[in-house]
């Protein structure tokens, strides 16, 4: 399968939040969704509402074989088990892609383990909600959001453009193409470093009433510190490098904050908060 | 003046986001108001809006007098001096009031040096944008809001209810009396800490195009870094140890927090995560 046909079938292995995203997203657009879940009420649930076409908890040889596309949207060690146990029921010459929030410490190992008939092309979808659970799978998350798909030296044009496509039918806005390492260090800034900042505030004070004195900008900062514990541990550790880098700078950062604050140089300051006005400026849209 | 009647003229001293608001909200309920601001476009656009029934840059001993409550929206320092400029001009017997964001420090000077025969009951209102200037003046931001009373020894009971009541006239939703230290620590915490996180956020990397990779999550951590630089540094300096302290706090529980990521001590890291959403969960309406 070299383009997105309308009868193709895609095969969602992971049917929670983004998978049951992915799965509404295709659906609408008129393919065929298939969708393997090791929970057997996700599967069901998802085809009381009509989101997907057909499922399984216990995917035989055939049920696999059947898509014409693969997306994981599994956690990054159950998505390199899955392919390995499962990887000889794949159509031959297929592209299989992902929604992993981390590439360097999975892309290569699973391409090294792939048959060489399948074309593995990662991606990361920066969207999401504070909830798990495929009853809160909502394509609209994706609509404008940013993708980003991480090739290596293994990977053909002919993938990307499809990947990108894929992006481009669920209704993301950009699409940037980047190196694993790069994508690794990005999103332990962007993603990873706001998550720990965000359970941080939460848990670094203990304040009964605390919703009778919070303002917007403390409810902002810490919407996402209701996190999915056992999905971001892992994905903290997978990133462990990059992230510590990350929360390093940071700490810094803030650190000579309070040295300024506490020494009272208030056109230091100043100065730092006009940097942060004018950056925040201009990526806001 | 001890009620809330609608023939009261209510005097707006410091005609900003914050005191446009007042103005506005006040306005809709019936009262006269008039207004003091140093610039006079400020004056000018909201007479033109009708947010105002009078308003001047250049204050009169008759205008100020005509007030029979007055509410101060200006910067802290700036405050302390109008009061000490102005205040032989006041009506015997009037209420007066602020929206200012720190207390300790400018409470007990402001009651030892005013007239005996006007009480000052400090207030601050837990709203507001990151915009500022009156244009952006709105008094929805004041619906559901939070709300804050500090009175001293030198208040009378009279006075907190008359400023309680002022705040359910305009919409507040919860009302908090607490002493001046106690406020100073919150706000230190559920405000002032999160414009510094927020600010060292945007500040700590410099990526290009950085909108392209971003999610909800950065967005939300930073909308607030877009900062007045001018009033935020008063602020944190005249807050400066309760503020030191919640930021060390913060720093020290974000370092563990690294820690764990480097010891790669998964579990810790989920009890902390687990902690994080119980917490966010209670206070989230």
Redesign the interface.
């Known amino acids: 399968m070299k383009k997105w046909i309308n009868e193709n079938v895609v095969l969602i292995v992971g049917l929670g939040l983004m998978g049951g995203s992915y799965a509404r997203g295709l659906k609408k657009l008129g393919y065929r969704v298939n969708a393997i879940d090791s929970n057997p009420d996700s599967i069901e649930y998802a085809l009381s509402q009509g989101w997907i076409d057909a499922g399984t908890d216990a995917p035989t040889k055939e049920f696999i074989g059947q898509a014409d596309a693969v997306i994981f949207a599994l956690y990054p060690k159950k998505l390199m088990e899955w392919i390995e146990q499962y990887q000889d029921a794949f159509q031959p010459g297929i592209y299989i892609s992902d929604v992993t929030g981390i590439k360097g410490s999975i892309v290569y190992d699973i391409q090294k383990n792939l048959r060489k008939d399948v074309e593995y092309i990662p991606a990361h979808p ?3 909600r504070e909830k798990s659970g495929v009853q809160y799978a909502d394509p609209s998350v994706f609509h404008d ?2 993708y ?1 798909i991480t090739p290596t030296e293994q990977n053909t044009k002919e993938a990307v453009r499809w990947c990108e496509q894929l992006a481009r039918l669920l209704g993301f806005r ?1 699409v ?1 193409v980047m190196s694993p390492e790069e994508h690794d260090e ?2 332990g ?3 990873q ?15 009964e009433h ?18 999915n ?2 999905m ?3 994905l ?2 997978m990133n ?1 490098e990059a ?2 880098c ?13 040295e300024m ?2 020494n ?1 140089e ?1 056109e230091e ?2 100065k ?6 004018k ?7």
């Open positions: 920066i969207a999401g959001a940013n980003i950009t940037t990005m999103i800034y962007v993603s470093l706001t998550h720990c900042i965000a359970v941080s505030l939460m848990t670094c004070k203990d304040i605390l919703c009778d004195y919070t303002g917007d900008s403390f409810r902002d900062l810490t919407r996402i510190a209701n996190i514990d056992e971001w541990s892992e903290f550790l462990k992230l510590l990350q929360m390093e700078g940071f700490i810094r950062e803030i650190t000579d904050l309070k604050i506490a009272e208030k300051i100043r730092k908060m006009r940097l942060s006005t950056r925040r400026e201009a990526f806001d849209r």
